[in-house]
């Protein structure tokens, strides 16, 4: 039982290139969650995907897209990557029935030069 | 819109001395509250919760009580360790099952 896995650790990017961060799990968890982390600023949510088919915005959306692939897979996608997207990316997933416990991975440094 | 502040940080103190890291809220009904966890290098990990008003949550040593008439849910533990070094996010759960974060105080404990 992994929990939460997300690829890669680390990445750096130029300005204007695109990557995908990926995220599983491997709890049966429906819902699903991507942040971001910045210095003073605590852990601001980007995407949320309740069930495997839906997504919605969260409070910093901009810049990104995501997709729910199936049960297990949460995705990010940055399309054209800006240096204000420099941050630690985190995906967490809720288990049912608890509303507002969610488990985190490890996290993923992503600098945009 | 719904909110928390947190103390600033950095902390700083020797082992076995008593931690307090504040945390207020912003929010309109009843939330539910949170302690999260960051050890150096890894997610955010849940320490303890609160459901209603004048709970306590507890774990690990640390405790925290949602005062309802101050809006606020204050982080303690009476001895700390060098292994609570971390990061610690007071978090709140409000209208669609989503928690809104503060911005986190780091702890370093010294031998």
């Known amino acids: 039982n992994a929990g939460v896995t997300q690829t890669p650790k680390f990445q750096v990017l130029k300005t204007g290139q695109s990557m995908t961060l990926q995220c599983a799990q491997d709890m049966n968890h429906n819902s699903m969650y991507w942040y971001r982390q910045d210095p003073g600023m605590g852990l601001r949510l980007i995407y949320y995907s309740a069930s495997e088919g839906t997504t919605d915005k969260g409070e910093v959306p901009n810049g990104y897209n995501v997709s729910r692939l199936n049960k297990r897979e949460f995705s990010l996608r940055l399309e054209s990557a800006a240096p204000s997207q420099t941050s630690v990316y985190f995906c967490a997933s809720r288990p049912p029935a608890r509303d507002y416990e969610q488990y985190f991975g490890p996290g993923t440094r992503l600098t945009v030069t | 819109g719904d909110s928390v502040t947190q103390m600033e940080g950095p902390v700083t103190l020797s082992e076995e001395a008593f931690l307090t890291i504040n945390c207020t809220y912003t929010a309109t009904g009843y939330p539910s509250l949170f302690w999260y966890v960051q050890y150096p290098g890894e997610g955010l990990q849940l320490l303890l919760k609160?459901?209603?008003?004048?709970d306590k949550g507890s774990n690990k040593g640390f405790e925290a009580t949602y005062r309802k008439e101050t809006t606020s849910f204050h982080l303690e533990k009476g001895s700390v360790q060098v292994s609570d070094s971390a990061v610690y996010f007071c978090a709140l759960g409000g209208s669609a099952r989503q928690l809104t974060f503060g911005s986190g105080t780091q702890l370093t404990v010294l031998p």
């Open positions: 609160a459901t209603k008003a004048d």
